[in-house]
């Protein structure tokens, strides 16, 4: 098993900066990738962006490429999501995600789960 625990949302204001963690601890060594989601209220969870558990490839969705970034520290088995540039309608419940087997945007795909952390961008 794999526990994900995230951090650091909160309230930013429109073009400002906030920066998201999430600590892995567990059966990390399974791992292949991990992915960060995210959901509005009334709107269906969807994907923001993965890394390779090597920290070798990055993905995004477009809606925030150029924007966010994410990335990896090994050592610490924790994948930080640095949002950018901050527009309200990223105002969301964003979720930490692991997969066991490949890189994906797919949300069935992912194994284990992070309980959440609010992000509020004010306008």
């Known amino acids: 098993q794999v526990q994900l625990v995230e951090s650091g949302g909160g309230l930013v204001q429109a073009g400002g900066s906030l920066p998201l963690s999430c600590a892995a601890s567990g059966r990390t060594s399974s791992l292949y990738a991990m992915g960060w989601f995210r959901q509005a209220p009334g709107k269906e969870r969807e994907f923001v962006a993965a890394?390779?558990?090597?920290?070798?490839?990055?993905y995004y969705a477009d809606s925030v490429k150029g924007r966010f970034t994410i990335s990896k520290d090994n050592a610490k088995n924790t994948v930080y999501l640095q949002v950018n540039s901050a527009k309200p309608e990223d105002t969301a419940v964003y979720y930490c995600?692991?997969?066991?087997?490949?890189?994906?945007?797919?949300?069935?795909?992912?194994?284990?789960w992070g309980q959440g952390t609010q992000v509020t961008v004010s306008s």
């Open positions: 890394i390779r558990w090597s920290g070798r490839y990055t």
């Open positions: 995600a692991a997969d066991d087997r490949r890189l994906s945007t797919g949300i069935h795909e992912y194994d284990y």
